[in-house]
């Protein structure tokens, strides 16, 4: 069985947030939105019919969990979200991974989408670590209910 | 209980295709990419977390069946479908749907995703009777196994 790994791609765009049951989810690295990227470790799946049906469900949950971590980390940014935009596409990076979204009517793109926008701005140190420590409280505390 | 309503801006780009178990699916009507909408028929809902877990999993499978319809679309217009991209923005019209659309490496928009581009582009009459036809076709032989 092939092994899991992440596309680079992603991997050069993201830091790691939590390993979910299904996903690993990790913080999309663009200050201009609060947005999780959760990325099933399902090698070689591509699109979400190869995901088992089972495992669609526990995507979409997790979808919601990391929903409530981007309306987190807008709080904790000063910038609470309005809107959440979710998406499954994959034309840049095959690799199977959803994108969750905060969005706001003041936002650089809004009502457009967020994705391929060019102008990917780098968090400052200090709001990365407080975007960071608002979406692990969520989805840990997320995983342990999970768990209980 | 309030009734359940379509918008009248996403009854205007669309054309009725199926009543599925959770979701009116829709056909997009724009020429550039074979298009479904689905809009659960809960009304206020405008997020997915305001679905119960259950609804979430079964707008999933519709995705996935919607997904295998647009599939099918693509055959029928001669333009095999390359990619899935699936999506739940909501930015423009708040009421709850989800986007199915098929893409391919030489589609209007590739690699960008095709929410709010201008251009859209009504079918020629034979060409919706067809895209239609094999929509519906799909969508009604995964209503008949659900039910079956």
Redesign the interface.
Known sequence: MAEFEIDPRILSGSEPLARLKLCDARLGNDARWPWIILIPRKPGA????HLA?KD??Q???E??IA??AVRAMGAALGRPVE??????????V?QLHAHVVG?RADDAA????V??LPGATAYEPAALARAKAAALDLLQSAALKAAS
Chains 1, 2 share one sequence.
Do not use: D, S
């Open positions: 591509r699109e979400i019919e049906p669609r469900a995507l979409m949950e979808a919601v929903g409530h809107k959440l935009n979710i998406g499954a596409l994959g034309n840049v095959p969005r809004w009502p457009g989408p994705w391929n």
